[in-house]
């Protein structure tokens, strides 16, 4: 519905994130430009309102929450990374696989995963600035997140693009997991509105975990 109609819109939060981590607010900007038109671009032919219509016939209430649950992992997995403070690679990955959502995906074949790096690789500043946004930012973004000092990135998803981008500033990559960070996300939120007499039941690939 209109959440995805205007997709682009959730994208400036982006250079709100790469500013915290050290990044000219002006260059994240500027370097979002370009990919935020790109996006809008690129959802301006979905059929938007497809499932919003399915709802109304069957008379389901239904309620987009994708960002709010994008930025509830985000302020989680950072809070678990400054906390603990990896030093390497390994480290880090398995900071993340002893989160339930990640520990339950690794078990079905798709827990964290590093894209770039190694191992025992030191980690460096570790950027959590893939996990909201509503989708990838520009690549060139790279350069300037190892000019501002940032060492490791940690995201849910990355393109083949984004990854080379990536290699080519020496920064390491950890993808956390798409389905595995979305799940983890939403069932902080389910958490809350559980407690208030709404009866949950998960589907389509969702990791129930109750805290």
Do not use: W
């Amino acid at each position: 519905g209109t959440g995805l109609a205007n997709l682009d819109g959730v994208m400036h939060l982006q250079a709100d994130v790469l500013a915290d981590y050290g990044v000219p607010i002006n260059i994240a900007e500027g370097l979002l430009e370009k990919r935020i038109s790109e996006v809008a671009r690129g959802v301006n032919a979905i059929n938007h309102y497809q499932t919003v219509d399915a709802a109304k016939l069957l008379d389901i209430p239904i309620m987009c929450v994708h960002t709010p649950a994008d930025n509830l992992v985000y302020q989680f997995v950072r809070g678990k990374i400054d906390k603990e403070n990896p030093q390497t690679i390994e480290e880090l990955i398995n900071l993340l696989k002893k989160i339930p959502e990640y520990h339950e995906a690794t078990r079905l074949g798709f827990g964290p995963k590093i894209f770039a790096g190694a191992p025992h690789r030191r980690c460096g500043k570790i950027a959590v600035t893939e996990m909201t946004g509503g989708t990838e930012g520009a690549k060139e973004i790279y350069e300037k997140m190892a000019i501002a000092g940032i060492g490791t990135i940690v995201g849910m998803h990355l393109s083949e693009q984004h990854k080379e981008e990536a290699e080519k500033y020496h920064l390491n990559v950890i993808i956390a997991g798409h389905i595995s960070s979305d799940s983890l996300g939403l069932n902080l939120f389910l958490d809350k509105i559980e407690k208030n007499g709404v009866m949950v039941i998960p589907c389509s690939g969702l990791i129930r975990i109750k805290r």
